[in-house]
């Protein structure tokens, strides 16, 4: 199993910021998939999931409204698209294989850090 973070960055606050996973080792269509993140200091925080088919998203009250999760599973690629960023949006950005509920227990990629600041 190999999930790979990518696009985070440096950006300011009222930016946008696209995040891709592309996953590999293991049929990426069968699975929901989840966005995690973790700010400096804290524990981690979970912050969106989508089902196997792409056509149920859920969204943590933080990011509801500015953020969007997505999935290409001809590309086994997940999406995070990031508006309206904040500075307590400031994080490293996981992804995880797992739903809502057992994420924690899900297989995490290495994180691609974000950051807001001005």
């Known amino acids: 199993v190999q999930l790979v973070e990518s696009g985070g960055g440096m950006v300011q606050p009222g930016g946008s910021l696209r995040l891709s996973c592309a996953a590999s080792?293991?049929?990426?269509?069968?699975?929901?998939m989840t966005w995690a993140r973790q700010a400096p200091g804290q524990g981690p925080e979970w912050v969106s999931s989508?089902?196997?088919?792409?056509?149920?998203?859920y969204y943590a009250d933080s990011v509801k409204g500015r953020f969007t999760i997505s999935r290409d599973n001809a590309k086994n690629t997940l999406y995070l698209q990031m508006n309206s960023l904040k500075s307590e949006d400031t994080a490293l950005y996981y992804c995880?294989?797992?739903?809502?509920?057992?994420?924690?227990?899900?297989?995490w990629g290495q994180g691609t850090q974000v950051t807001v600041s001005s």
């Open positions: 989508i089902n196997t088919g792409g056509g149920s998203t």
């Open positions: 080792g293991f049929t990426f269509s069968n699975y929901d």
């Open positions: 995880v294989r797992g739903s809502v509920s057992d994420y924690l227990n899900g297989y």
